[in-house]
């Protein structure tokens, strides 16, 4: 398959948004769902960046890099 005549589905942190129960924030991450890390914490969750050390999240759970449903 030609990823750049089809492009490539994006990978996503998917958090927990201020604006309600029911309602979820995503956040477009530059690399592959299997280069983050999603370390569940008592009061904040962490992702941390596998290729830096880099954190890239620390808030309210739950908290998950997956991969989008379609390109952008």
Known sequence: MNHDLFGV????????????????????LPLMPGDYKV??????????????GETIYRGI???EVLRGPAPF
Do not use: F, H, N
């Open 39 to 52: 370390i569940p914490g008592d009061d904040r969750w962490t992702v941390t960046c596998l290729k830096t």
């Open 9 to 28: 589905s994006p990978t996503l942190l998917r958090a927990p948004s201020w604006l309600g129960r029911d309602v979820a924030e995503e956040i477009q």
């Open 61 to 63: 759970e739950p908290v």
